[in-house]
T-cell receptor, first 112, second 115 residues
């Protein structure tokens, strides 16, 4: 069964304190890994897509990396506005159709 | 309007009511999706439409009935819901349902409460 596990469930950081969020997956044939940011009361906002092991993408203070078993979202010198829930999803083929399988997310709180 | 819009943003209904959720995308995409997001659970895919044709029904109870009149509009008709159906219902769109041409873009969601 295709599974996506995110850790930790929640993370509290001080402003400027760098850290990483983890997304591990067990799928039969990865066809893309997606990171989203979700603010309270809003829909997920797309951040990155990664397709192959070794690939990296950056956006402001965020950097996503991918290995054959997991992805990391590195947050460098975070600011309070980075507080949100970060969702990881993998694209898989199930029953002949393609779909996204999501993890439960990591709730990040950055204190000033 | 830009992106993906959803109305209403909040909905409270009794178990005997009939209501509909509306989603509209302004991105020129061909695929649209309904997801359910409950507390402490991952997003659950409910339905997929590609070029107005339903391509996925993820074992969703019949009290949820989707409708896609064109590639820009998606509805979710609700009737005789249960309290456990209370959740955030998210609509998304992508270039096509294979996702080969890009990621999914989400609307802000409808917060549904069933009394």
């Amino acid at each position: 069964e295709d599974q996506v596990t995110q850790s930790p469930e929640a993370l509290r950081l001080q402003e400027g304190e760098s850290s990483s969020l983890n997304c591990s997956y067990t799928v039969s044939g990865l066809r893309g890994l997606f990171w989203y940011r979700q603010d309270p009361g809003k829909g997920p906002e797309f951040l990155f897509t990664l397709y192959s092991a070794g690939e990296e993408k950056e956006k402001e203070r965020l950097k996503a990396t991918l290995t054959k078993k997991e992805s990391f979202l590195h947050i460098t010198a975070p600011k309070p506005e980075d507080s949100a829930t970060y969702l990881c999803a993998v694209r898989v083929t199930q029953g002949g159709s393609e779909k996204l399988v999501f993890g439960k997310g990591t709730k990040l709180t950055v204190n000033p | 309007e830009t992106g993906v819009t959803q109305t209403p943003r909040h909905l409270v209904m009794g178990m005997t009511n009939k209501k509909s959720l509306k989603c509209e995308q302004h991105l020129g995409h061909n695929a649209m999706y309904w997801y359910k997001q409950s507390a402490k659970k991952p997003l659950e895919l409910m339905f997929v439409y590609n070029f107005k044709e339903q391509t996925e029904n993820n074992s969703v109870p019949s009290r949820f009935s989707p409708e896609c009149p064109n590639s820009s509009h998606l509805f979710l008709h609700l009737h005789t819901l249960q309290p456990e159906d209370s959740a955030l219902y998210l609509c998304a769109s992508s270039q096509d349902s294979s996702l080969q041409l890009g990621e999914q873009f989400f609307g802000p969601g409808t917060r549904l409460t069933v009394l």
